[in-house]
């Protein structure tokens, strides 16, 4: 559409960043089953934070001095350079209309001028249907490389089916053990959590997505850690322990200190030699229990996870997890992709 003034917004600038962040909140609250987006505490430090990792450039949508929508690229420095991540969001009130279609033009602009040829985004649909940015990828020639479902487990009435899951872990552990921890992985651990993060993009289901492996260091892991803090998240983390005393696998969720209202799950794997004692449920467990502990007024877990990777399905059923909606990863090829 004619009239569509798009602005890159200056993280210095609160009022901008202010309406970027709200754009995100009023989208979310209509297209979503459940409450998504981080409150502006933990939203705009996150979008402050400075990476060594990443480089991203914001855009707000304004007609007739209205901000209507917002956009986002992302870098990546360090491998997966050849891709940029993109987002898209358009308040409801103001959609097919050209307002998507400018940004997304814009945006994939910048992605190729950092000779980036594969862009990739995330959406999200109805268990059984299709969503306004569902249809919004495919019509601008992002088709599915990558599904899954998003779960939630409500806490209020979760937390019961836990015990008898807990015998079950117990008597399948046979000399393996689950730890855990906040916020900074213990110095032992270091070196083995790295190498788990190392491998976790090859390790996972991921579809056709065009994904290399991220190369963690200690380095980058503490500058993770730093983050975290700065953002006013908790990060609870448990691992699996093999008889030698070297970590097996991990789990993660994150949580905001100060509105918990959502707690959500980063990553889980149990290496393939280390599969068959319980540790994907056992570390479940207890990232879960301490949640509760430490955050008893958090009411809702969020998971996604790929439908084609029963194990973790399984996991997931058995802790009370139900699905909600579909985590849909979009991709598309520039035309000079090789």
């Given amino acids: 559409m004619s009239g569509v003034e798009l602005r ?23 297209d979503r089953p459940y409450d998504a987006w981080p409150s502006w505490d933990v939203g705009s430090a996150s979008m402050r934070a400075v990476r060594s990792d990443l480089a991203r450039s914001r855009l ?43 940004l997304l033009a814009e945006l994939e602009r910048r992605a190729a001028a950092e000779g980036r040829t594969t862009y990739v985004g995330t959406t999200h649909a109805p268990v059984d249907g299709e969503s306004p940015g569902s249809l919004f990828a495919a019509a601008h020639g992002y088709p599915v490389a990558s599904a899954e479902e998003s779960k939630l487990l409500d806490l209020a009435v979760a937390p019961d089916r836990w015990p008898p899951l807990a015998v079950d872990v117990a008597a399948h552990l046979d000399g393996y053990r689950v730890a855990a921890f906040e916020d900074r992985v213990p110095p032992e651990w270091v070196d083995d ?6 491998r976790f993009m090859s390790m996972v289901p991921s579809g056709d997505l065009d994904l290399e492996d991220a190369a963690w260091t200690p380095e980058r892991l503490h500058e993770h850690e730093e983050r975290m803090a700065a953002s006013a998240r908790a990060w609870l ?10 970590l097996a696998g991990f789990h993660e969720l994150g949580v905001g200190r100060a509105d918990p209202r959502l707690a959500t799950v980063g990553g889980t794997l149990v290496l393939p030699e280390h599969r068959g004692h319980r540790l994907g449920l056992g570390m479940k467990l207890a990232t879960h229990r301490r ?3 430490l955050f008893p007024a958090c009411p809702v877990v969020v998971t996604t996870n790929a439908g084609v990777n029963a194990p973790m399905n399984a996991v997931n059923e058995a802790l009370g997890y139900r699905v909600v909606e579909r985590c849909l990863d979009v991709q598309r090829r520039s035309a000079t992709a090789s």
Avoid: K, M, Y
């Fill in 237 to 246: 983390v448990a691992v699996g322990v093999a008889p030698d005393g070297r």
């Fill in 60 to 102: 707000l949508a304004v007609v007739d001095g209205e901000v209507v929508g917002h956009g986002l690229v992302v870098w990546w420095r360090l491998e997966n350079r050849h891709l940029a991540e993109i987002e898209v969001r358009v308040r409801p009130g103001h959609r097919r209309r050209g307002v998507g279609r400018a």
């Fill in 291 to 293: 949640l509760q502990e």
């Fill in 193 to 198: 959590f790295c190498g788990l993060l190392s």
């Fill in 8 to 30: 890159e917004v200056d993280l210095a600038d609160d009022v901008a960043l202010r309406a970027w962040w709200e754009v995100g909140a009023a989208v979310t609250a209509h």
